[in-house]
Nanobody, 119 residues
Framework: QVQLVESGGDLVQAGGSLRLSCAAS????????MAWYRQAPGKQRELVAT???????NYATSVKGRFTISLDNAKNTGYLQMNSLNPEDTAVYYC?????????????WGQGTQVTVSS
């Protein structure tokens, strides 16, 4: 069993920064990839950023240059550094991880953390 726990969400003023964390625990051999998604009220969940265990990253156009995704394989923890936040970034942020447990890989989701950006 694997659990993902996000933390770091908060209320912040426009222009501010936050760092989200996603800690994986349980029967983990390794994390092959991690992604951050977000869902604003009344909107569909959207992909924000992805990272592979090798360090390859991709970002949504709306966050490119402002957000940075990283993955600490030794700690089984991923991060999303968010700078220059604006009210459009307000959403519940979820992490998703592809976790290797033996020969198979499973996908897990965290419970979400609220990010609110005030104007």
């Amino acid at each position: 069993q694997v659990q993902l726990v996000e933390s770091g969400g908060d209320l912040v003023q426009a222009g501010g920064s936050l760092r989200l964390s996603c800690a994986a625990s349980g029967s983990i051999f390794s994390i092959s990839a991690m992604a951050w998604y977000r869902q604003a009220p009344g909107k569909q969940r959207e992909l924000v950023a992805t990272i592979t265990s090798g360090g390859s990253t991709n970002y949504a156009t709306s966050v490119k240059g402002r957000f940075t995704i990283s993955l600490d394989n030794a700690k089984n923890t991923g991060y999303l550094q968010m700078n220059s936040l604006n009210p459009e970034d307000t959403a519940v942020y979820y992490c998703n991880a592809d976790v290797r447990a033996g020969p198979l890989t499973y996908s897990y989701w965290g419970q979400g953390t609220q990010v609110t950006v005030s104007s």
